[in-house]
């Protein structure tokens, strides 16, 4: 066995470290190790931040669909964090995408907010006019827990409202789901008419049946069909009377004959000769026909339907805006509306008769300030004020919310409501100070009195139960 002290290992390394020929490949080997590591570590946070930015556009696409704006601004700002002191470019390349992405969709999340925003007011407004038009016998309990809802949605009523956007949009999908339905129904009703007058006119008016059938057409509200039979036998009538008359006229033809007969194109060069009259008399016994038979054919095309349809979606819009609690001596225009004769209604029909649909509501406008030209300005009158106070609060909301440092845009509802109700102690205290100062406005026109329950117009309907027109019927006013 060898036998001797050890040789040293440390010195034996710092002498193969001071050789450049082995110090090089192990530095670059020690380089390579280090430089992998931190490699492996920038792709693993690289993986994370994918992840990460992946679940954030998941998030923010259900946002945009839900229309939560909420959502949406988080979502930015912790993508803006994400960015912040991050040293790492594949991470920053990734995030800097997700922000493009995610700002790419905030106008539409907006418009999905604005959407959401005008569904929920017209469902609380509905819901509102459910609990005052509700006449179930209610316990003390009972109604101060409903005064407590009621209040409750009147306040979030109030709060959506400052959403001008929102109210338009809301104005907008009322008017055109009024006037589907409307259509549908006038389509429907003309149908029935048709139906109903093609019965009549296949029996004999002296006949029991045809009474039967009168009585069971009015009963249905169809009473238009019996008039249009009634009108049609009638020309038929005088129809047939004017052809025996031509068919009975003899002589040379006089000099208006001539003219009639060139204009139907009529070869008739002699008036003196008895061939001439036959010719002539042929011609108009067809003219005649022909014009009768356009006068009572069934007039069921579908531009009538939908005007009308058009008509009563226009009344019931403006009817709606401009509803306050009115007294018999200052009406507004919803009771004007609701009160419309049959007359009146026939004259509102025509006058659209013919006219394109975005032209239908200007000319009902135009009817209503020519017929109601008060009530049109006093109910105008109240609309504008109750657009300019809801932008009043909206306003001073967003002022008194920027002075406790809180974005308007990341608000949130209860930030708002709050800010909201603060507004609205602040001009009702400017209104008290206003009203010591100042008499009183004649006609309850001031902001006070002008805030009361806005009442939603009952349907429209041109017919009366008999079919032949007539008025609404007349919601009685507080």
Do not use: C
């Not at 090089?24 to 492996?40: K, N, Q, S, T």
């Not at 006229?249 to 008739?268: F, H, N, R, V, Y």
């Not at 004769?341 to 006219?355: H, I, P, W």
């Amino acid at each position: 066995m060898a036998t001797g002290r050890s040789p040293n290992l440390r010195l034996s390394i710092s002498r193969s470290l001071a050789n450049p020929d082995f110090a090089r490949p192990v530095g670059a080997a020690i380089g390579m190790g280090m430089l992998g590591a931190e490699r492996r570590e920038e792709d693993a946070e690289a993986r994370v931040t994918e992840e990460t930015t992946l679940d954030l556009l998941r998030k923010a696409q259900a946002a945009q669909e839900q229309g939560d704006m909420r959502l949406h601004n988080e979502i930015t700002t912790t993508l803006d964090g994400m960015l912040t002191g991050n040293t790492n470019q594949k991470s920053r390349d990734l995030i800097t995408q997700g922000l493009t992405t995610v700002s790419g969709q905030r106008a539409a999340t907006q418009k999905a907010s604005q959407t959401s925003t005008a569904m929920s007011i017209l469902k609380t407004e509905e819901a509102l006019e459910a609990m005052n038009s509700s006449t179930a016998p209610m316990t003390n309990e009972e109604y101060i827990q409903r005064a407590k809802v009621q209040g409750a949605l009147e306040d979030r009523l109030k709060l959506m409202k400052q959403n001008s956007g929102a109210v338009t949009e809301a104005a907008t999908i009322q008017y055109n789901a009024d006037f589907q339905s409307l259509t549908r129904d006038a389509t429907l009703r003309e149908k029935r008419i048709s139906a109903a007058a093609d019965a009549l006119a296949s029996l004999d008016p002296e006949s029991e049946a045809y009474q039967k059938a009168v009585d069971s057409a009015e009963a249905a509200g169809l009473g238009k069909a019996v008039m249009k039979d009634t009108e049609a036998r009638q020309k038929l009538k005088k129809a047939e009377g004017e052809i025996r008359a031509q068919q009975l006229a003899t002589g040379p033809l006089s000099k208006d004959e001539m003219a009639a007969a060139k204009e139907m194109g009529l070869s008739i060069t002699d008036p003196n000769d008895p061939l001439s009259r036959k010719l002539y008399n042929a011609g108009m016994v067809t003219k005649i026909e022909k014009e009768v038979e356009i006068a009572i054919r069934p007039i069921s095309t579908p531009e009538k339907p939908r005007a009308e349809g058009i008509v009563k979606a226009q009344l019931r819009a403006i009817a709606r805006q401009g509803d306050y609690v009115d007294f018999f001596f200052n009406r507004d225009i919803a009771t004007k509306i609701e009160d419309m004769s049959e007359d009146q209604a026939n004259e509102l029909m025509g006058r659209v008769a013919g006219l394109s649909q975005d032209e239908i509501p200007n000319e009902v406008n135009a009817w209503l300030v020519e017929n109601f030209p008060n009530e049109m300005r006093r109910s105008g009158t109240f609309a504008e004020n109750n657009r300019i106070e809801a932008e009043e609060i909206g306003s001073l909301t967003n002022s008194i919310l920027k002075g406790k440092g809180i974005s308007i845009a990341d608000a949130t509802e209860e930030e708002r409501a709050v800010a909201q109700r603060e507004a609205q102690i602040a001009l009702d205290g400017a209104e008290s100070a206003l009203a010591r100062r100042a008499p009183p406005d004649s006609g309850g026109q001031g902001r006070r009195n002008r805030r009361g329950k806005i009442e939603v117009a009952e349907p429209y309907t041109i017919e009366r139960k008999t079919g032949t027109g007539g008025q609404m019927n007349r919601r009685q006013k507080p």
